[in-house]
């Protein structure tokens, strides 16, 4: 059974930081790109960043770029989104996502979805 668990989101005032998490199980970790994806509160998905299989090539929307780092550990089947100088716009749902091939910067494009984690900005 394929599983994405996503955790470390919480409750952060402005110019703080986080690290969410994202452990995979049930497919073969280091043949999938991830990403991560987030939704705002009323909003649609956004795509916020990739990787690619073996994390050499990442990419990252406009908005988040410099702010966060995402990463992956193939030992532990685990992606991570390092997240900081977060602004209250971040607040968000954030899923992270997989699919088997070259990391896009399209959600619809992932096959598997984590539960997703609440992360809430405070001004």
């Known amino acids: 059974e394929v599983q994405l668990v996503e955790s470390g989101g919480g409750l952060v005032q402005t110019g703080g930081s986080l690290r969410l998490s994202c452990a995979a199980s049930?497919?073969?970790?280091?043949?999938?790109?991830m990403t991560w994806v987030r939704q705002a509160p009323g909003k649609g998905l956004e795509w916020v960043s990739a990787?690619?299989?073996?994390?050499?090539?990442?990419t990252y929307v406009d908005s988040v770029k410099g702010r966060f780092t995402i990463s992956r550990d193939n030992a532990k089947n685990t992606v991570y989104l390092q997240m900081n100088s977060l602004k209250p716009e971040d607040t968000a749902v954030y899923y992270c996502?997989?699919?088997?091939?070259?990391?896009?910067?399209?959600?619809?494009?992932?096959?598997?979805w984590g539960q997703g984690t609440q992360v809430t900005v405070s001004s």
């Open positions: 996502a997989a699919r088997r091939g070259a990391a896009t910067t399209s959600a619809s494009e992932y096959d598997y």
């Open positions: 049930g497919f073969t970790f280091s043949s999938y790109a």
């Open positions: 990787i690619n299989s073996g994390g050499s090539s990442t």
